[in-house]
């Protein structure tokens, strides 16, 4: 695989698990093989909607392996090595290196107090332990750290640190600034990670998304990313306007997205099972009939 940023759409992927919650390779592999007929261009696995913060590390290890197999070459699989600490997250690296994987994404350390000298010195380590091109993650609302564009901008000199995801809910400048602080180099790789934002994010001038909703509708988004860069403007609307509305479902009021997700994909005959790891909660009776009466008129099966 190249060392260079992919480009286009990436599928955190979701998790599928049993009741011990260990991953159920069938389903894994399933979902690859759907996301990939859909044209995907990257895949990461695990990731936070796929839960990885609750999988044990053998688990993740395990995910990463599965993954790379069955894409067997097709698109770049990038795993997340995040953890709360430097030497967690070097463990999970090396073990995304021997699973196969050919980029390496993390945010900066948690639940820690950390400034930003903390947050260089935590990339910059990873860099150098490094075989793999490694990528930034901007998640905020859920680490509770914020990259500065200024460290951004100086983390992106380092040669293998070659893009960053940015997820900051509603909040676009932040993306801007982002964008900005990295345009000393040409080849660097910024990814919207919010799909509301998506056509947004490429009028900016994003390289591609990490996109959640793309688990459970990877063709509109693959076509939002095709229709921009073709110049179709109406066309890209229509595909964000959809995405709209599958979030809108899939962002209840008690249970948590990665479950609605999984109860989509269960219905879609892709998961065999839509548990999540404790403490996240199931949906409740009346969410999962919303779900499916809604979901059958947007055409989600």
């Known amino acids: ?149 200024e460290t951004v901008g100086e983390l992106a000199k380092i040669p293998n640190i070659i893009g960053i995801k940015v997820s900051c809910w509603g909040d676009l400048l932040s993306y801007h600034l982002i964008l900005r602080a990295v345009r000393h180099r040409a080849d660097f790789g910024i990814y919207i990670g919010e799909d509301h934002n998506n056509l947004s994010a490429c009028a900016l001038g994003a390289t591609g998304s990490v996109s959640t909703i793309a688990n459970v509708i990877p063709d509109t988004v693959v076509t939002l990313w095709k229709a921009w860069n073709r110049g179709d403007l109406e066309a890209a609307r229509a595909a964000q306007d959809r995405m709209m509305s599958v979030q809108e479902l899939l962002i209840p009021p008690l249970a948590v997205f990665q479950t609605t997700c999984k109860v989509v994909l269960r219905m879609k005959g892709i998961f065999s099972t839509d548990i999540t790891s404790s403490p996240l909660q199931p949906v409740t009776a009346p969410e999962r009939k919303r779900i499916a009466a809604i979901g059958k008129k947007l055409n989600l099966f």
């Open 1 to 149: 695989m190249s060392s260079k940023p992919f480009r286009g759409v990436m599928c955190p992927l979701l998790c599928p698990l049993d009741k011990d919650e260990r991953i159920i390779e069938k389903d894994v592999r399933r979902l690859v093989r759907w996301q990939l007929d859909n044209g995907v261009n990257a895949l990461m696995a695990p990731s936070g909607t796929g839960e990885f913060f609750a999988l044990r590390a053998d688990e993740r290890k395990r995910f990463v392996e599965i993954v790379v197999d069955e894409a067997d070459g097709e698109v770049p699989v990038i795993a997340m090595v995040g953890d709360c600490g430097t030497t967690l997250a070097l463990q999970h690296l090396k073990n995304a290196q021997d699973a196969g994987a050919d980029g390496a994404m993390a945010p900066p350390v948690y639940f820690c107090p950390i400034d930003q000298r903390g947050i260089k010195l935590f990339y910059t380590t990873l860099a150098k332990a490094s075989d793999i091109p490694l990528y930034l993650y901007q998640q905020p609302q859920e680490t509770k750290v914020w990259m500065t564009p």
